[in-house]
């Protein structure tokens, strides 16, 4: 995912619509990075239809909040990413690491390279 701007941490819970069969389904939570609230919901949705069958028309998004540093923001710390990209000889997993004042920011200039 190549991003333009900084990317912002969202926490995301989500579940399927009550009915008579199941009256009080499992929540779902996510922690997803995305520019706003609408592309977090979309990637929340794009994520539990892989892993969980629900789809957007038979879910509800019960809670979308954005999540704060609760540290002060002069303090710089390592953060550890891992992610997974495919190319032409398969997929692959790597483990990077970014000094940054938060863990947005390190995530934002994973994706900026």
Known sequence: M????????????????????????????????????????SRFWYFTRKLRKVKK?????????EVQENRPADKVKNYGVWLRYNSRTGTHNMYREYRDISVA??????CTL
């Open 2 to 41: 190549k991003v333009s701007g900084t990317l912002r941490q969202y926490r995301i819970i989500g579940r399927h619509v009550p009915d008579k069969a199941n009256p009080s389904p499992p929540l779902y939570r996510m922690t997803i990075f995305a520019p706003d609230h609408i592309v977090a919901k």
């Open 57 to 65: 028309a038979n879910g509800e998004i019960v809670e979308v909040k």
């Open 105 to 110: 920011n390190a995530v934002t200039s994973c």
